[in-house]
């Protein structure tokens, strides 16, 4: 009789491996449990029916781990060589793949389906008329956000007009009389419970325009006006930070979403046309 | 059969016995499959260290490091190291270990072939790739230093040049043109691979008797075949952008630092995107897929048992190829693409969570009854099945465009990809090393120290990936150099602190393994035996290591599948893929001797 290595005395390797998969399954199940580290709460409607859908992929993914790995601990403990014994013989299991094949797409398209529903709402609707436009301009490592004015018209920019230096970051040309009332701020504020309307340009190179509590990321692409849409419900001060890597200042490029009541925002708007 | 008979005589060559064709422009696929896997471990070491000194300038960011002599890590400092340990990872390592490494030694012994079909392209594409892998690590010492754009170097910021960034000049065009050699590189590969699987088969070797190793291999290398192509053509658009004037990816108007780009118009980004996904997304299957077949190979060897399910395991595979081309959106959920697309992508993303669960139970099915063997190899194998569980699963948040909106470019993606595509796929190629190198080398690596590797690995892998889940569903974006730009990131720096000291832990355990490694190749038990793990397929049937037409001109017949363990009424457990019937029956050979399996 030759001696195996790996045969003889699997028992407590055995052991060992099964128990570390009960901790790995047991601690990470505690952790998305208490959720110590988890999403801010969402400032909008849509971003809580993300948060629904987070959650019911939670539910299904969680179950799937939690037995998979339980499963495989179960049988690196339970079918552990013993000595030179012999392993059973079969060799696959037709109606066992075919079940669980059918059940694996119903389950994953089917969820997929159900996701689809605040997919469209953010991007096949799109922003209800007499919403509020705001033009954002990305460029290394700033976000200029602009805004039409009384007439409700963007004025005219031009790339040669561009001087952050300045003051004239996304390069508004103020002899268009259009734009002689259009306002730019650093940071973006809007009236709650009020639909809100992005326009999305990039002046350099990729950005992109992230806000965690609205569960929102798009990219700012030069050479694209990229339109997106949000309500937020709650006042407040949100960080918007740069979700796609623009360059060395990646990490600093944030700016504020701002959400006011409907007085303070207009009052804001005011100071910040008086200020620029 | 013409090319067939050509092809076997081709070979009939005799041993090279000068140092520089046997060693170095070696046309023996062992010795090239040696090389490669030099190649990879180099580089895992490289790509590692880069990983580490980012994990330490993320949480001290005030330390002084040694090769930061004005004081501390600039943020473009660290973009060059991110970038270049993603591009040293997925391409130095990830396709070059399990692929061109274990399959180049491995896929012509297992099919019962005395070499590639293609011998010289089998050099050319090995010091094709070490060319790559030196203009590549030659950016670092450029002017500007490393590119800054990540692996996935996105134009305009990869398209500009020196005015977006440091390291976007000539270290941006050597990474384009070290990374062009290697698409180059892998074609040639590809080709070898598909050719050699196809024509140089032995006898009795049909496609579904071919381990499910070879398997993995074949499709891999279709795979490769397919999609370095389009990732070629891409590197070539992008320095023709930089060099030459051109505008594929660079649209009119842009303003960088209040300077008009007056010499580009016209151009799209997202070309570029849609170019490098359509490479990229096969390419995660190219990293694992081996994996797959290593994996499944071990459990149903250290199980002792047939794989449950062998022709579905196949149609997995095949399905997860093809169904792998038509994914590569929903990595551009958020790009700008059309949303409509979108649906189409996630669709078809979640199907592909299908092949995955089937190959999973599968290999619960595979243990399932058996008589497990608890070798180091089996354990990296068993730690893989966790492992592709742990992250598969959040694929199936990604894949879902809504929910992608607030994980997208966080640390939740990292924590996936890592999980799946790295740890997973380094799981594999532990498990391979384990298993294979004293066939290799004639000499076993030490299963206790293994066995410590082993465990500090796996742990320290759930350590320093499962916690990043948390951190991107917390909002915190990847490819960040410093946590003080936004303000709510200071919440989570005790979690990227504790990941920092997993880091330290898994990365300094695996000296365990280099020092093993080394020290086995010339002080390791000896492997006398021809098959010390009472393996089925045709690699345990000749000396460790082989000779050099690896069957000492004995073509070998194949007379069954590759997984007949414990089968009723035999005298072994296990009964090898060349054994006669007669021989297999009654565990004698022709003449009467026991037959040494």
Redesign the interface.
Known sequence: MRK????KG?TP??A??AV??VA?TVI?TY?FVVK?????KSITDVGN??DA??MR??W??GI??IL??L??AW??FR????G??????????AA??II??IA??VL??G???Y?????AK???QPAAAGDLQVEVTA??FAWNFRYPGADGKFGRIK??L????TGNPV?LDRTDPDGKDDVVSPIIGVPVNREVELILRS????H?F?V?EL?????A????L?HIHFTPTEVGDY?I??????????????SLLRVMSQDDYDRWLKDTAANQ | MASHAEAVHAHVHSAPTGFIRKYIFSLDHKVIGIQYYFLALFSVFLGMSLSLLMRIHLVWPAIHLPFTPGGQMTPEQYLALLTMHGTIMVFMVLTTAPQSGFGNYFLPIQIGAEDMAFPVLNMLSFWTTFVSLVVMVAAFFVSGGAPIGGWTSYPPLSALGEIVGPGQGAGQTLWIVGLAIFCAASLLGAINFITTTIDLRAKGMTLMRMPLTVWAWLITAVLGLLAFGVLLAACALLLLDRTAGTSFFVPGGLVVTDQVITWHKGGSPILWQHLFWFFGHPEVYIAILPGMGVASHLLSTFSRKPIFGYRAMVYAMLSIGFLGFTVWGHHMFISGMSPYSAFAFSMLTMSIGVPSAIKTFNWLGTLWGGQIRFTTSMLFALGFVSLFVSGGLSGLFLAQPAIDLALHDTYFVVAHFHLIMGVAAIFGIFAATYFWFPKMFGRFLNEGIGKVHFWLTFIGVYCIFMPMHFLGIAGHPRRYADLTGVQYLSSLIPVQRFISIAAFITIGSQLLFLFNFLWSLWGGKKATEMNPWEATTLEWSIPSPPPFDNFAGHVPTVYRGPYEFAVPGAPHDYIPQNLTPAEAATGLTASGAPVKA
């Open positions: 195996r290595s790996g045969c699997s390797v055995a060992a491996f570390a998969l790995l990470t952790l110590p580290w988890w999403f801010p029916e993300i859908q987070f992929t939670l299904i993914t799937i781990f998979a790995q499963i495989l049988v690196i079918y552990r060589a013993h030179r014994e012999r392993a059973s013989h079969f060799e696959g299991n066992m793949e669980w094949t694996t797409v994953f398209v969820l997929g389906l996701g689809e529903d605040a997919w953010v991007h096949y460029q290394q790339p040669e561009v001087s952050a230096s390069g002046q350099d190179v990729t992109s992230f965690r569960r929102l990321k798009q990219d692409v030069p050479g694209m990229i960080e930070a740069c979700a796609e890597l623009c360059g060395l200042g990646h990490y600093r490029m944030r």
